[in-house]
Each structure stands twice: as structure tokens, then as C-alpha cells.
């Protein structure tokens, strides 16, 4: 099993700045992809940013070139520095990654996702 923990949400003013960070744990297991995806009321989970284990990132249309991902591997932990914030970036993020993990005598795949954490922008 791996749990991840979610950081550094809370509320800014447009235009501000918030880095999340997400931490996995757990045991007897390998992360592959990381990744960021959101949630406001009333609307659908969409994903925002993802990354691999060896450093490809790809973005959302909506966050290009005021968010960025990263990762470091060492810690099993992935951050997500936000940069001109809107209201339209107000949600619930949550952080997920794709890992392999025991199971029996080999290893299985396996989707995990945290709890989330709030992103509030306004003034």
C-alpha cells in the first residue's frame, strides 16, 4: 500500500503564488508516474500536471507556462509550484501516482490517490 499526504494548500490573492508538495510512503513499493489533478464544485476531476519517473512532464492547456512539476525521487515526494493564480485555479488538489507494489511472490500496478488539498484564490 502507499498513502500520500498532500501540503500547501490555502487561500491566495489573484495572481499569487502556492507550492504543493505530496509526499508517498508506505512499504515494499516503487512510484512510476506523479501527478497533480483537480477538482472545483460542481465540475469534473481534470487533470493538471503529471510527471515520470525519469523527469517528462506534461501539462494542462490552462496551466501551461504558470505551473510547474517536479519531482524528487530520493524523498518519493512531488511538488507543484503555482505561479499567477485565478480564481478559475480554485479547487480541491489532489495529488496521484501509478506505482508497482508487492503482491505474493511478484508485483502488481497499482493507482493511489491522496486526499487532496484547497486552493483558494481570492482577493
Known sequence: QVQLVESGGGLVQPGGSL???CAASGSAFTILNMGWYRQAPGKQREKVATITNDGNTNYADSVKGRFTISRD?????????????????????????????????????????GQGTQVTVSS
Open 19 to 21: 507550492r504543493l508538495s
Open 73 to 113: 525521487n530520493a524523498k518519493n515526494t512531488v511538488y507543484l509550484q503555482m505561479s499567477s493564480l485565478t480564481p478559475e485555479d480554485t479547487a480541491a488538489y489532489l495529488c496521484n501516482t501509478v506505482a508497482t507494489v508487492a503482491a505474493g511472490t511478484g508485483v502488481r500496478l497499482a493507482e493511489y490517490w
